[in-house]
C-alpha cells in the first residue's frame, strides 16, 4: 500500500513525505499509525526508503532500488499492460545448474525467475515469452546459467506446455476475484472515499500483475479474464482520481528531496 501511494502520487516529483501524511493517508484504509510507523522502519532497513529531517519532523524519500520498482509497476500498469497479442512466438529459455548446497542461491534465482515472467518446464530449465533480458536475473548468484532465444516446432503443444509451465488456473482465479469485488456500481461501499479507493483498487491489482508473466494470448483460454479485469481498474482509476487528488493534495507534507539531483 506505501509503494502504490508513492508510485500514484509521488514518484518524479522530488519530495520526501511526512511521516504524518502516510499515518493519515493510510489510517483511512484501517491501518493503525503503529503499523504505518513499522512499515515505514522496515522499509528503510530494507533500503526501499531513505530518512530525512527538516526541523523536527521526520520524512522520507525514494532510494535508487524503490525508485525502480515504482517504475516498473507504472510499466506495468500504464503502458505494457497484460495482453500479450504479440504476433512472434518467441521465448526466453534458461537453464541452470546449482549443488544442492546452494539452497539459498536456488531459492533466490528461482524467486527471480518468476519474478521475470518464467515458469519450470523441467529440473533447471525455465521458459518465459518474449525476449528477456536474463542478465539482470542471474547478476551476482554465482550460478551456472546459460540463456537462449527459441521458438516453438511441430510437434509441440505450446498450450499444454504454459498450462504445465504455469498455474493458470490460480492467476485467472485471482483476475475473476478482482472483478467480484471492483465490477460493480458502487465498488468497496466500505471504504471512505476515493483516495482510499484508489490505494486498495491498484494495491489489489499490482499483485496480480507482477505475478502475470504475460502470456501469448494464443495459448490462453478463451475466457482469460485478464483484459476485462485491465478495463476496469484503469476506467475506476480515473473515476476515483479528481476526489484522491484533492484529498492528497490536502493531506500532504513534503520537503525537496535533497538527493534528487545526485539521480
Same mark, same amino acid.
Given at each position: 500500500?506505501?509503494?502504490t501511494?508513492?508510485?500514484?502520487?509521488?514518484?518524479?516529483?522530488?519530495?520526501?513525505?511526512?511521516?504524518?501524511?502516510?499515518?493519515?493517508?493510510?489510517a483511512?484504509?484501517?491501518?493503525?499509525?503503529?503499523?504505518?510507523?513499522?512499515?515505514?522502519?522496515r522499509?528503510v532497513?530494507?533500503?526501499?526508503l531513505?530518512?530525512?529531517?527538516?526541523?523536527?519532523?521526520?520524512?522520507?524519500?525514494l532510494?535508487?532500488?524503490?525508485?525502480?520498482?515504482?517504475?516498473d509497476?507504472e510499466?506495468r500498469?500504464?503502458?505494457?499492460?497484460?495482453?500479450?497479442?504479440?504476433?512472434?512466438d518467441?521465448?526466453?529459455?534458461i537453464g541452470?545448474?546449482?549443488?544442492?548446497?546452494?539452497?539459498?542461491?536456488?531459492?533466490?534465482?528461482?524467486?527471480?525467475?518468476?519474478?521475470?515472467?518464467?515458469?519450470?518446464?523441467?529440473?533447471?530449465?525455465?521458459?518465459?515469452?518474449?525476449?528477456?533480458?536474463?542478465a539482470?536475473?542471474i547478476?551476482?548468484?554465482?550460478?551456472n546459467?546459460?540463456?537462449?532465444?527459441a521458438?516453438?516446432?511441430?510437434?509441440?503443444?505450446m498450450?499444454?506446455?504454459v498450462?504445465?509451465?504455469?498455474? &493458470?488456473?490460480?492467476?485467472?482465479?485471482?483476475? %475473476?476475484?478482482? *472483478? $467480484?469485488?471492483?465490477?460493480?456500481?458502487? /465498488? @468497496?461501499?466500505?471504504?471512505p472515499?476515493?483516495?482510499?479507493?484508489?490505494?486498495?483498487?491498484?494495491?489489489?491489482w &499490482?499483485?496480480?500483475?507482477r505475478?502475470?508473466? %504475460?502470456?501469448? *494470448? $494464443?495459448?490462453?483460454?478463451?475466457?482469460? /479474464? @485478464?483484459?476485462?479485469?485491465?478495463?476496469?481498474?484503469h476506467?475506476?482509476?480515473?473515476?476515483?482520481?479528481?476526489?484522491a487528488?484533492?484529498?492528497?493534495?490536502?493531506?500532504l507534507?513534503?520537503?525537496?528531496?535533497?538527493?534528487?539531483a545526485?539521480r
Amino acid at each position: 500500500m506505501i509503494l502504490t501511494f508513492l508510485g500514484d502520487h509521488v514518484y518524479g516529483r522530488g519530495v520526501c513525505v511526512s511521516s504524518g501524511s502516510f499515518i493519515e493517508a493510510f489510517a483511512r484504509v484501517g491501518i493503525s499509525e503503529e503499523a504505518t510507523r513499522s512499515t515505514l522502519t522496515r522499509m528503510v532497513r530494507r533500503g526501499l526508503l531513505r530518512r530525512q529531517r527538516s526541523g523536527r519532523r521526520m520524512y522520507f524519500g525514494l532510494t535508487p532500488t524503490s525508485a525502480e520498482v515504482l517504475s516498473d509497476g507504472e510499466r506495468r500498469i500504464w503502458h505494457s499492460g497484460v495482453v500479450n497479442d504479440a504476433d512472434e512466438d518467441r521465448w526466453t529459455l534458461i537453464g541452470f545448474s546449482l549443488p544442492e548446497s546452494w539452497q539459498r542461491q536456488r531459492h533466490e534465482l528461482r524467486s527471480r525467475l518468476v519474478w521475470a515472467g518464467f515458469g519450470p518446464l523441467q529440473n533447471g530449465l525455465w521458459i518465459a515469452p518474449g525476449e528477456v533480458d536474463a542478465a539482470g536475473v542471474i547478476d551476482d548468484l554465482g550460478a551456472n546459467v546459460r540463456v537462449f532465444s527459441a521458438e516453438p516446432r511441430p510437434p509441440t503443444d505450446m498450450q499444454a506446455l504454459v498450462a504445465d509451465a504455469y498455474d &493458470l488456473a490460480d492467476l485467472g482465479a485471482r483476475y %475473476r476475484a478482482f *472483478l $467480484r469485488r471492483w465490477d460493480q456500481a458502487d /465498488p @468497496a461501499p466500505d471504504v471512505p472515499d476515493d483516495l482510499a479507493r484508489s490505494l486498495t483498487l491498484l494495491t489489489d491489482w &499490482l499483485q496480480i500483475i507482477r505475478t502475470d508473466p %504475460r502470456l501469448p *494470448l $494464443r495459448h490462453l483460454p478463451h475466457d482469460w /479474464p @485478464a483484459e476485462k479485469a485491465q478495463r476496469v481498474c484503469h476506467s475506476l482509476h480515473e473515476r476515483f482520481r479528481p476526489e484522491a487528488a484533492r484529498l492528497v493534495a490536502d493531506l500532504l507534507d513534503t520537503v525537496p528531496d535533497e538527493t534528487w539531483a545526485e539521480r
